[in-house]
């Protein structure tokens, strides 16, 4: 137990205290009754001892054998000094200068956040720091993309601040400040921390997490007084996402580039969203969006007028604020550009107009081969028109020649029930598409009956009926929404002028009951007033994708009546840009056979890459790997090997530790067109992704630890807030045993002799 404290003020700015401890076993009111039994018994003795002794020699002798067992006493206690040496506990400082903290929005905006963190700690002549010092040994750690001590001392500390020199060199790649904390925290120096001082945003983008550190600084008793640096509120930016545009298209088509424009801090100011096409330094088109709130659907179009491959760029860029531009946000997209012919079979049961004027059409393009078949021709007819075909193509192999094929009103009962099953085949193994044209005769409600048709149409012919209804005032073919979106249907230059043109079209007097659409379906143009049963308008064009590619349906078969004092304008313009959609989906032999991909096409940092490449080309030569070459920009290309799989002709590998960037993945040798995957690998959480202050984070991370968070504005109210320092200590000092010291021994032998001879003088016993 301990039964004095001896302060005592040493060098180096330390305290040594000492502890008087024993090991005396007995319990206290044991020790206690003991040393009354003792003294009651030597004062009886003595006060009833038949000596010519007077009173004050009695009370000498009694003192004298009180001193005795006192001493006894004593050394049976085993009594030592114990000492340890104490000093100041360690504040640690955090200051963040990662690349985040450069940004000026604090105060008036005249200073970044690190320059106010740093005047934070040297105004007033260090006034902050000097007050700090009193209780605590300071020391200085920076944080960005690694993790330093800068200083120790008020002095190192402001001449560090002072010097930029003097700090370690700056890593702005990133922020470690979870890092930074635990660092701390699992050091072991002499002097222990009890408090560590955060100047930062709140912002981490490496390392561990910043409610990671907050836990284990409780679990050490070391809170976290954070200065939260910045403002709450994020920069005004523009940010696209979900790009979708088409990967294939022919020369001189239209190809729109639909995209979701999120804005913040934006509302009601025009944005200018551009695209770029690689190798032009002027945007092909532009369009200015002025959000009012959530989130807006952007589109733009181009027509490339060469082939090859390019590389899209969408790019929104808000207007300039006070000299300072808000972040502009864009995305990229491949597209490859074919100027091969498209390969279409026109089909009709009879010679309506429809087939008739599409026909000409058709001829007359020389992007387009056409072949025809006319179920009602007769047999010379085929040996009289160079397109036409004396027999309908009826097996998977005839009708893979063909990417498009367009079915006007064809008689069911002329062709075999196995023809729709392959045309199931070409549209969803091969990703040929296909235009069913209804009529008054048969299609779609003599198919009814024809499961291989009924899968393969956009709607539910179940419920379709035969004939149709004549509407003598006239109708307008009315585009929906999502139709005025797909490029096929654009007529004019902007949407404007094509829903300007889309109105002005001559109207049409007959429409099929083609059923209801399916939940998958496009419905791209519907009747302006007819319904369905349920209530929907009547479909007039409706799409869906089935397999690998598309099927459209359309309810009228009088397109042709577009041409009316206009000529082929809008009815060729339409037509050429649906066959053109519907045949970029189209693979030949060798692309169906040969496959080369990415099992996805964005990967986060870090993560594997898996790579499969399908091979069922026939009489292709195969081993047991594959290889491929793997190129980025800027990098060097790479050699892979992929390992055969458990089926033949099938291999795959995984890469790993791929650096950010765009990458193709080429079998080169697998013809005159390149085999190709391409992906990307995400570049790690950059230090813009989130420019506002990280108030939630910090304050968690300051109330978990039991401290306090603090802006800037408050931050004069630290010295208040960090409690002084309590001292602890640093180092044991060897103990001073006491009981077995001479001077004891002395006092009980020099008590003892002096008590004897007093006896003798007085003739005591």
């Known amino acids: 137990m301990t039964l004095l404290q001896l302060p005592k003020i040493v060098a180096l700015a330390t305290d040594e205290v000492w502890r008087l401890q024993t090991h005396w076993t007995w319990a206290p009111w044991v020790t206690v009754l003991f040393v009354a039994a003792a003294v009651a018994a030597i004062i009886l003795c003595y006060r009833y001892e038949t000596s010519p002794a007077g009173f004050a020699y009695r ?18 206690s085993e009594a030592v000094f114990s000492g340890s040496r104490s000093g100041k506990p360690r504040l640690a400082i955090v200051l963040d200068r990662s690349a985040s903290m450069d940004r000026k929005d604090v105060g008036d905006a005249s200073q970044t956040r690190r320059q106010a963190a740093e005047a934070l700690l040297m105004a007033d002549d260090s006034e902050l720091l000097r007050q700090l010092q009193r209780g605590y040994e300071l020391e200085l750690s920076v944080v960005d993309g690694s993790v330093a001590n800068a200083a120790n001392g008020i002095e190192a500390i402001t001449t560090a601040i002072g010097d930029e020199g003097q700090l370690p060199e700056a890593d702005d790649t990133s922020t470690r400040l979870g890092d930074a904390v635990a660092g701390l925290l699992d050091g072991a120096p002499a002097a222990p921390l009890q408090g560590v001082l955060v100047l930062s945003d709140g912002q981490v983008t490496a390392g561990r997490s910043l409610s990671d550190a907050a836990e284990a600084a409780r679990r050490s008793g070391v809170p976290l007084y954070v200065v939260g640096l910045g403002s709450d509120e994020a920069p005004p ?23 979701t424009l999120s804005t913040r801090g934006l509302e009601g100011k025009p944005i200018r969203v551009e695209l770029f096409r690689e190798g032009t330094a002027k945007p092909v088109a532009v369009e200015t969006v002025t959000p009012k709130g959530g989130d807006a659907e952007v589109r733009l179009i181009d027509r490339p007028t060469t082939p090859g491959e390019f590389r899209y760029t969408l790019r929104a860029t808000p207007p300039a604020d006070n000299g300072e531009a808000a972040a502009a946000g864009e995305l990229t997209h491949m597209l490859r550009v074919r100027d091969d012919q498209i390969r279409v079979l026109l089909a009709a049961g009879y010679p309506n107009y429809e087939y008739r004027y599409l026909k000409q059409l058709l001829e007359r393009d020389e992007t387009i081969r056409v072949a025809t078949h006319l179920q009602e021709a007769d047999p010379e007819y085929a040996e009289q028109d160079l397109t036409a075909l004396p027999r309908m193509p009826l097996r998977l192999e005839a009708l893979a020649e063909y990417d498009v094929m367009v079915l006007i009103d064809l008689d069911p009962t002329l062709l075999p029930r196995s023809l729709w099953d392959e045309v199931g085949k070409f549209v969803g193994e091969r990703g040929g598409g296909v235009v069913l044209v209804a009529g008054p005769r048969s299609l779609p409600g003599a198919y009814r009956s024809r499961e291989a048709f009924a899968a393969l149409a956009p709607t539910v012919v179940g419920e379709a009926s035969l004939g149709g209804w004549n509407d003598p005032a006239g109708f307008a073919v009315l585009p929906t929404p999502l139709g005025e979106q797909t490029a096929a249907m654009e007529l004019g230059d902007t949407p404007t002028d094509s829903a300007r043109v889309w109105r002005s079209l001559a109207p049409l007097y007959w429409r099929a009951d083609v059923g209801a659409p399916k939940p998958a379906a496009q419905v791209l143009a519907i009747h302006p007033t007819a319904r369905l049963d349920r209530g929907e308008p009547a479909p007039l064009i409706v799409s869906h994708f089935y397999g690998a590619g598309r099927v459209l349906l359309h309810a009228v078969d009088a397109t042709y009546r577009w041409r009316f004092r206009v000529g082929d304008v809008y009815f060729a313009r339409y037509w050429v840009q649906t066959l053109r959609s519907l045949a970029r989906t189209k693979r030949d032999e060798s692309a169906a056979s040969l496959e080369l991909a990415a099992d996805k096409p964005r990967y986060e940092p870090g993560e594997a890459v898996r790579l499969r490449l399908r091979d069922e080309r026939p009489g292709a030569a195969r081993g047991d790997k594959a290889t491929i070459v793997l190129q980025s920009p800027g990098k060097a290309e790479r050699r892979i090997e992929l390992a055969a799989g458990g089926d033949g002709g099938r291999f795959e590998t995984i890469v790993r530790d791929l650096p950010p960037g765009r990458y193709r993945a080429l079998l080169a040798e697998a013809g005159e067109t390149p085999t190709v995957a391409e992906f990307e690998v995400a570049a790690p959480l950059g230090e813009d992704a989130r420019p506002e202050m990280n108030r939630a984070g910090l304050t968690a991370a300051a109330e978990r630890s039991r401290g306090a968070f603090v802006t800037l504005d408050e931050a004069d109210r630290l010295a208040e807030i960090i409690p002084p320092g309590r001292p602890t200590a640093l180092e044991s000092l060897p103990p001073v045993e006491v009981w077995n010291r001479w001077p004891f021994l002395a006092g009980i032998t020099a008590c003892l002799t002096t008590e004897w001879i007093l006896r003798k003088r007085r003739a005591m016993l």
């Not at 002798?61 to 004593?74: D, K, N, V």
């Not at 930016?237 to 995209?259: G, H, M, Y």
């Open 237 to 259: 930016e523009a940010r696209l996402s979900d790009l979708v545009a088409d990967d294939t298209a022919f020369v001189d088509d239209l190809v729109a580039f639909k995209a």
């Open 59 to 76: 009370l000498a002798l009694t003192l004298l054998r009180l001193t005795t067992i006192a001493l006894l006493l004593a050394m049976l």
